[in-house]
C-alpha cells in the first residue's frame, strides 16, 4: 500500500520537472496513463484535505523519500506530525457533528411544532404525526406481522433518501424490524390506504443518523400499505 501512495504521489512530483503536458496533448503510453490515472487518485484524496497544501514542499518529501535522500523530518518527527493532524480533524470533526445536530434539533422542533397546527394532521401521544392521504378498507397489521408497501422517504429540505417507487418494486419487512416511528405509523393504517408520515428523529435514527440522514433529523414519507403477511 505505501509504494502505491509514493507511486501515486511521484506523478505529482514530476510538476517539480516540468514534465507536464499541454492541455491539448494525449496520454499515448500505458505508463503516461496509469501515472496519469495515479495523479487523479491523489488529487481527489488532496482536495478533500481541510488544508492548503504546499506543493513545492509536498513535491519535495516525495523525492527525497523516492530517491533514498535525506528527509527534513525523521521517521519520529513525521509521526507525531501525522498524529497531532489527525487528533485536529477529529475535534473539527466533532465540533462540526454538534453543530448539525443542533441545528438539526432545532429545526426538526420548529417544523413539527409548526406542522400539528395545520388541518389534517394528526399527532400520537409519542409524537408521530400523519396525514390520512387514502382511506384502507382491509385490516390493521400488527407489531409481529410483515407488511408490503410502496413509500418514498424525503428529509426536511426536500432530498430524497430513498424511494421503493424509482427502484420500480414494493418492499416486505416485519414491522418489529424497523424504526420506531414506522412501527407505531404503520398499525394505525389499513391495508389500501396512504398516509403522509412525519416522523420525529427520536423515532427515527436519532443522534446517530443512518447514511443520507443526518443526526437529529425529521423524516417525511409516503407510505402506501399494499398487504399484510402473517
Do not use: C
Request: proline share 3%.
Amino acid at each position: 500500500m505505501i509504494k502505491y501512495v509514493v507511486a501515486v504521489v511521484l506523478a505529482i512530483s514530476l510538476l517539480s520537472f516540468g514534465l507536464v503536458f499541454a492541455a491539448d496533448e494525449k496520454l499515448t503510453t500505458p505508463s503516461e496513463k496509469l501515472s496519469y490515472m495515479m495523479g487523479m487518485d491523489i488529487g481527489t484524496f488532496l482536495k478533500d484535505v481541510p488544508r492548503e497544501i504546499d506543493f513545492e514542499i509536498f513535491t519535495r518529501g516525495v523525492k527525497d523519500v523516492y530517491s533514498g535522500e535525506q528527509t527534513l523530518l525523521t521517521q519520529e518527527e513525521a509521526e507525531q506530525i501525522k498524529q497531532a493532524f489527525v487528533k485536529e480533524m477529529q475535534a473539527e470533526a466533532i465540533l462540526k457533528m454538534n453543530e448539525i445536530k443542533d441545528k438539526n434539533k432545532k429545526d426538526g422542533e420548529m417544523f413539527l411544532a409548526e406542522n400539528k397546527k395545520k388541518k389534517g394532521v394528526i399527532t400520537t401521544s409519542s409524537g408521530l404525526q400523519y396525514i390520512v392521504l387514502t382511506k384502507g378498507t382491509g385490516l390493521f397489521p400488527k407489531i409481529d406481522d410483515k407488511v408490503k408497501v410502496h413509500y418514498s422517504g424525503t428529509l426536511l429540505d426536500g432530498t430524497e433518501f430513498d424511494s421503493s417507487y424509482k427502484r420500480g418494486e414494493p418492499v416486505t419487512f416485519p414491522l418489529n424490524g424497523v424504526i420506531t416511528g414506522w412501527g407505531e405509523a404503520l398499525q394505525l393504517m389499513k391495508v389500501g390506504g396512504k398516509n403522509r408520515l412525519f416522523i420525529p428523529s427520536q423515532l427515527a435514527y436519532g443522534e446517530q443518523g443512518s447514511g443520507p440522514i443526518g443526526p437529529n433529523s425529521v423524516l417525511i414519507f409516503e407510505v402506501e400499505l399494499l398487504g399484510i403477511e402473517k
